[in-house]
């Protein structure tokens, strides 16, 4: 059974930071590209940045961009968002998601976490 795990969010002040893990079993996590998306209330899931399988390759949403940073241990099968310099537009439930597309950025995602909230206030 494939599961992916999000842990670490919670409330921060704007500028503070926060470091989001994902924890995957289940599978074998270096095969897949793994991305972090983001929900905020009423709105749509956002991508907010993704990683390559080998973790050689990151790309980042132009918001994020400079101020988080996307990693992963292929070794504990974990994949990592560093968030600095937050804000409170920022504020979301946010998701890591896996995909074996071997294509980049990946088409499509195939197993999702449950989420966990990130909450930045001003």
């Known amino acids: 059974q494939v599961q992916l795990v999000e842990s670490g969010g919670g409330l921060v002040q704007a500028g503070g930071s926060l470091r989001l893990e994902c924890a995957a079993s289940?599978?074998?996590?270096?095969?897949?590209?793994m991305s972090w998306f983001r929900q905020a209330p009423g709105k749509d899931r956002d991508f907010v940045g993704g990683?390559?399988?080998?973790?050689?390759?990151?790309h980042y949403a132009d918001s994020v961009k400079d101020r988080f940073t996307i990693s992963r241990h292929n070794a504990n099968n974990t994949g990592y968002l560093q968030m600095n310099s937050l804000k409170p537009e920022d504020t979301a439930v946010y998701y890591c998601g896996v995909s074996y597309s071997r294509t980049w950025p990946p088409q499509g995602y195939n197993y999702w976490g449950q989420g966990t909230q990130v909450t930045v206030s001003s």
């Open positions: 990683i390559s399988r080998s973790g050689d390759i990151t």
């Open positions: 289940g599978l074998t996590f270096s095969t897949y590209a």
